[in-house]
């Protein structure tokens, strides 16, 4: 898909994550907002839900999957109108049930390690052609599990295996780096044995070019995505929470007009 494509498809699954939140209020919509691009060049690119894996480790990112999964037409817009309502399996934060992904972990850091499993599967059943995208946040680095189970996926030479990190520098307590130093985090990685590509998390381009090499590697990938939760939506006041952002109906109405005028 086109560059300029592929720029259109992040800021529909913008535009749909307003939609999500919008009845509520409030939720999990920087999420979205700084994985859009990840997730336009994921879902348009390398990934194939017949053949491969895909896990969401933090479930609160579940919105971008649906949304995402919502623009190939792998989910139905009357489907995604329930998400977050009562009984819906299209619930805000992500569990056993939910559509589209093969795994979603509630706790931060156990992603990596269903990830692992699913891709030790594939080596033992000599399948070649499955690949395991596993999207994880930047908080999740702070998990000592995460980085056991990429010593172990190393290891195991689990060249099946992609991580794409959302490294946005937000999660629930504030800012990533004023809670725990986790950079050099591609150095950190490559330490590990593992393959790591640093780009710019909305340059679709850029992504693009890494998700290639990453599939080509015949060692586990990562790919860091650097990202901001407000990119794309300008009429976020200043001051709003990353983490879990309040939409008031005033705000909607600027959102979506914002979005739909960039699609035109």
């Not at 998990?143 to 996926?153: C, N, P, V």
């Not at 044995?193 to 909305?202: E, L, N, P, R």
Request: negative net charge.
């Amino acid at each position: 898909m086109p560059t300029q494509e592929l720029d259109r498809f992040a800021d529909r699954i913008r535009l749909r994550s307003v939609k999500m939140v919008a009845p509520h209020g409030m939720g999990y919509l920087g999420q979205a907002l700084s994985s859009a691009e990840i997730f336009a060049s994921l879902f348009a690119g390398p990934y194939d839900p017949s053949r491969d894996k895909l896990v969401c480790s933090p479930g609160h990112y579940i919105i971008a999957f649906f949304a995402a999964a919502a623009e190939m037409g792998l989910v139905s817009d009357d489907e995604l109108s329930t998400y977050g309502a009562e009984d819906s399996v299209f619930e805000a934060i992500g569990t056993e049930r939910s559509p589209v992904v093969d795994l979603t972990c509630g706790s931060l850091g156990q992603g990596l390690s269903g990830g692992v499993g699913f891709a030790v599967s594939a080596q033992l059943r000599g399948d070649v052609e499955a690949r395991v995208f596993v999207l994880v946040s930047d908080g999740e680095l702070e998990e000592g599990q995460t980085w056991e189970a990429a010593m172990f996926a190393a290891h195991r030479g689990l060249g099946n295996l992609i991580v794409l990190l959302d490294a946005n520098d937000s999660q629930v307590d504030g800012p990533v780096s004023s809670i725990t130093t986790v950079e050099p985090i591609a150095a950190k990685w490559e330490s590990f044995g593992w393959a790591a590509f640093d780009v710019d998390g909305h340059d679709t381009r850029a992504l693009g070019d890494a998700l290639r090499m990453a599939v080509a590697e015949s060692r586990p990938s990562i790919v860091i995505a650097r990202t901001s939760t407000a990119h794309g939506l300008a009429c976020l006041p200043s001051g709003a929470d990353g983490h879990f952002i309040k939409l008031p109906p005033e705000l909607v109405t600027e959102a979506l007009a914002e979005l739909e005028a960039r699609l035109a």
